[in-house]
């Protein structure tokens, strides 16, 4: 289709925005109207007292931030994301780069089985998922504590011990998000040109050195992608079986900084509260986000 | 390239589309609370819902029996009942979030441990005034005993019906107890003996010796701590301050978490994973709700009895009285009134029998208890009722945080119960802790 062309280079500029413009419009509008206008109304419920059923809201200040960083959940919460941060970047990680590497590079028969039996997973809800373990990490029936039993390790109650809890949730979330940092990263890895892995062989290096020296810095785009994702999305994840199986207990101890503005907003009706936690959360996150952006990305390679 | 001229169009197109449709999901049908009635020949049917917390092993059915019943009896009349997860604190917790959405229940099942914090921060309407509009209202609850009526009334209103009504009791296997060489005929009257017979279990068959119930409220601890001369909550004046950090509370807590730790006899283990336990034989002693009598009863592959709630030594028992009273949150004059309704439905001699036959809760009539026609013949047959009904004068309230923190509270002390057990903390820091904790959130 052809476009009359105006006479004035002015018009002729508003017009190149208009049409971009008009295109970005409808993402835009969801965008402002769900995320940026909640983000802005959560800042402000911030300085409010609400349990959300009365007419009027109190006005607290600061009151809300300062509560917060002074209790014993806020930084118990803190640590608890850290702890099941790292624990989901060894499993949701290298876990699956080191699986990704091995089915790419060195498994040769059946790779498509491996491939579907590895992504099967993903498909599940996560919700059934904490349902399916609840049951299996039973203490007194489940199988995992019959099996552990039967070879005369100690049993302990997955779900209601300090220092077992974390892991054994974490293990749900690592369990169903396996399969799709597997595939991305393997799609990485055989983006990486065959030519290159090819005249490295001739020149007899080891598979070590092919990996270290070729294949590590060719992903590194796709490893930084899933690392940022692992870290963001992991503390989300890993809300669903914490509502689901332990409420954040027993006594807080699997508490996250996730679970904890949920339990404020939805447990203890206190929204200014819950504000207040989502605000200081996203300040964490925004600045690793920007930390990432400084140091990790400068030892990244990207193709293009 | 694609031309951006027709996407524009379609692009608002669609936006407005996806838009209309979210409205008309969103606050469209999907909510029958809203009392859209369906036309039938003669009138409108008037839609309401009953939040109540009884899962499948613990009454649902029955609930699902009345409501049809109720439904068949009144064609003007339509309740749908909904369970709602994790007791009255789960309960609680949905139904502030209907309110703030605006599509509250029309008859919610109130925990007695929730009737201040539910009377003073929910929009309801008082069972009292129902009770006036209805021209037989005053007959109706002259069936009740005041000290039962005492029970739904919050500074001497009447705002909920009190309708079910528990205390906790000791039910053993008499199985596992003549395999341990006890006598099944003489359960444990004290906490010294329970903790004997506990050691005894576990060293003649291995399994666990006694399991306390642990859902998300402290209503058993609170018989405990209370059992031995302790008060949770004291109000004194127009004020209430936490006094869970007593001697006598520490010391009743402290022999539970010395059982779970030291002795290794009994299980520290949610509800469900303890009621299991104890219905496939791997806990002797189980105290519990009568509530989930029928549960228990039914369940159970082996001889199941029951006994008082335990006394220390001499000491008075005190059980705090468990269960709910109904409130009506209905907004609408119409649902308000078909709230009333099932109320007394719920209520009546007929339902209240069902109700005692399917939970195992104590009718809050006494009439309906001593009549040949409804549940005399009954409470007279089932062993496991009588110390239930042998231990009502002994009731004491359960403990109801005052102020618009009291679910927080509860939360706190449900953690404390985590750090004893857990072996986190003895039982005199984590109170201590607790104890500061709670009446700087009631406002002391």
Redesign the interface.
């Known amino acids: 289709?052809k476009i009359a062309r105006e006479t004035s280079p002015r018009f002729a500029a508003i017009k190149g925005y208009l049409?971009?413009g008009?295109?970005l419009?409808?993402a835009l509008?969801?965008l402002a109207l769900f995320t940026f206008w909640p983000l802005v109304s959560t800042l402000k419920l911030s300085f409010y007292q609400w349990?959300?059923?009365?007419p009027t809201p109190k006005w607290v200040g600061l009151t809300n931030y300062l509560e917060i960083l002074r209790s014993r959940e806020f930084w118990l919460a803190f640590w608890h994301t850290l702890e099941y941060t790292l624990i989901l970047l060894a499993l949701n990680l290298a876990l699956p780069y080191i699986t990704a590497y091995i089915l790419s590079r060195l498994v040769v028969k059946g790779q498509n089985f491996y491939r579907a039996l590895i992504f099967l997973p993903s498909v599940l809800s996560l919700a059934v998922a904490a349902v399916i373990f609840l049951w299996l990490y039973?203490?007194?029936?489940g199988p995992v504590n019959a099996l552990l039993r039967l070879l005369g390790l100690p049993a302990p109650?997955w779900?209601?011990?300090?220092g077992w809890v974390i892991p054994a949730l974490t293990v749900i979330t690592a369990w169903k998000s396996f399969g799709y940092n597997f595939i991305v990263l393997l799609a990485g890895m055989v983006a990486v040109p065959q030519e290159l892995i090819e005249a490295a062989r001739l020149e007899k290096a080891s598979n070590w050195q092919i990996f270290w020296w070729i294949v590590r810095p060719l992903t590194s785009g796709t490893a930084l992608y899933v690392l940022v994702m692992t870290v963001i999305i992991g503390s989300q994840y890993v809300f669903v079986p914490i509502q689901m199986l332990t409420?954040g207990?027993?006594?807080?101890?699997s508490t996250n900084l996730v679970f904890l503005i949920y339990q404020y907003a939805?447990?203890?009706?206190?929204a200014g509260k819950a504000a207040a936690a989502a605000v200081i959360t996203l300040v964490i996150f925004g600045g690793l986000l920007f930390l990432q952006k400084r140091v990790l990305e400068k030892g990244v390679y990207y193709e293009n | 390239m694609i031309n951006c001229k027709w996407r524009k169009p379609l692009g608002i197109a669609l936006l407005v589309a996806t838009m209309a449709s979210s409205l008309v999901t969103g606050c469209g049908p999907g909510n029958p609370a809203k009392g859209t009635g369906q036309e039938k020949t003669g009138g409108k049917v008037t839609t309401i819902e009953y939040w109540h917390v009884n899962s499948e092993n613990f009454g649902g059915q029955t609930v699902r029996d009345l409501v049809q019943k109720f439904n068949e009896q009144h064609p003007d009349i339509k309740v749908v009942e909904k369970f709602q997860p994790n007791m009255y604190l789960g309960l609680m917790q949905n139904l502030q979030a209907a309110l703030a959405g605006g599509h509250p229940p029309a008859v919610a099942q109130i925990g007695y441990n929730y009737l201040d914090y539910a009377t003073a921060n929910l929009p309801h309407l008082p069972v009292e005034d129902a009770a006036k509009k209805d021209p037989e209202g005053q007959a109706f609850l002259n069936n009740y005993l005041p000290n039962i009526l005492n029970l739904g009334r919050v500074n001497g209103k009447l705002e909920g019906m009190p309708y079910s009504i528990s205390n906790p009791v000791l039910y053993y296997n008499a199985d596992m107890f003549k395999a341990a060489g006890l006598d099944p005929q003489n359960p444990p009257k004290t906490w010294a003996e329970v903790r004997d017979m506990a050691r005894i279990i576990k060293e003649k068959t291995g399994n666990y010796g006694l399991y306390v119930q642990e859902p998300s409220d402290n209503w058993a601890q609170q018989a405990m701590m209370e059992s031995n001369g302790a008060q949770v909550l004291t109000r004194t004046g127009g004020k209430a301050s936490a006094t869970f950090d007593s001697p006598e509370a520490i010391e009743a807590y402290q022999l539970m978490a010395d059982m779970v730790l030291k002795d290794k006899t009994a299980l520290h283990a949610t509800w469900e994973e303890g009621t299991q336990a104890f219905i496939t034989g791997k806990v002797g002693m189980y105290v519990t709700t009568i509530a989930r009598r029928n549960y228990i009863e039914t369940s159970s592959k082996f001889k199941v009895l029951a006994a008082p709630f335990p006394t220390f030594g001499n000491k008075p028992r005190r059980v705090p009285a468990g269960g709910n009273a109904l409130f009506i949150f209905a907004k609408d004059p119409d649902q308000q009134k078909a709230a009333w309704e099932f109320i007394k439905y719920l209520e009546s001699p007929e339902a209240l029998t069902t109700w005692t036959k399917g939970t195992g809760y104590l009718p809050p009539r006494k009439d309906v208890t001593e009549d040949p026609n409804y549940l005399k013949p009954f409470m007279d047959q089932n062993p496991l009722m009588k110390p239930a009904a042998a231990q009502l004068p002994d009731a004491v309230p359960w403990v109801s945080f005052p102020g618009n923190n009291g679910l927080q509270a509860e939360q706190i002390l449900l953690d404390a119960r985590d750090a004893i057990l857990g072996g986190r903390q003895s039982a005199a820091e984590a109170l201590k802790e607790a104890v500061a904790k709670v009446n700087k959130l009631i406002g002391n």
Not at chain 1, 249 to 253: E, H, M, S, T, Y
Request: glycine share 6%; net charge negative; aromatic share 16%.
């Open positions: 289709m049409v971009p008009g295109c419009a409808p509008a969801f349990n959300m059923v009365s039973n203490p007194l029936a109650p779900l209601s011990s300090y409420n207990g027993p006594d807080q101890a939805f447990n203890f009706f206190q």
